[in-house]
Nanobody, 115 residues
Framework: QVQLVESGGGLVQPGGSLRLSCVASGITFSLYTMGWYRQAPGKQRDLVATISRGHTTNYAASVKDRFTISRDNAKNTVFLQMNLLNPEDTAVYYC?????????WGQGTQVTVSS
C-alpha cells in the first residue's frame, strides 16, 4: 500500500529555516507529482508546493521565494526547504502523492514558528 512518512517539523523562531522530508513507499515514486500542503488550526488544508515527475514546480503565492520543493527519485523522497519562516507559516504540513487521480497523504508534521 502507499505510505508517506514526513519528518523535519519542529519549533523555530521567526526568520529561521526548516527542511521537511517525506519518504514514499508503495508507488513508483518517479512517475508521480508530489506535493506539500498545510493546515493551520481552524482552517482548510491549502497547497504549499508541488513538483511534477519532470521537476516542474508550483508554489502558493505566500511561500514563493521563501520555500523550495525538490525531489530525489533515487531515495523516493520529496523535500521542502523553508526559509524566512514567519508565524503565519505555523501549521501541520502534509505530504501528498497524486497517483492516477487518487490523493494519498502522510500523517503530517507540525511546524511552529514562534519567538
Amino acid at each position: 500500500q502507499v505510505q508517506l512518512v514526513e519528518s523535519g517539523g519542529g519549533l523555530v523562531q521567526p526568520g529561521g529555516s526548516l527542511r521537511l522530508s517525506c519518504v514514499a513507499s508503495g508507488i513508483t515514486f518517479s512517475l508521480y507529482t508530489m506535493g506539500w500542503y498545510r493546515q493551520a488550526p481552524g482552517k482548510q488544508r491549502d497547497l504549499v508546493a508541488t513538483i511534477s515527475r519532470g521537476h516542474t514546480t508550483n508554489y502558493a503565492a505566500s511561500v514563493k521565494d521563501r520555500f523550495t520543493i525538490s525531489r530525489d527519485n533515487a531515495k523516493n523522497t520529496v523535500f521542502l526547504q523553508m526559509n524566512l519562516l514567519n508565524p503565519e507559516d505555523t501549521a501541520v504540513y502534509y505530504c501528498n502523492a497524486n497517483v492516477l487521480g487518487t490523493n494519498y497523504w502522510g500523517q503530517g508534521t507540525q511546524v511552529t514558528v514562534s519567538s
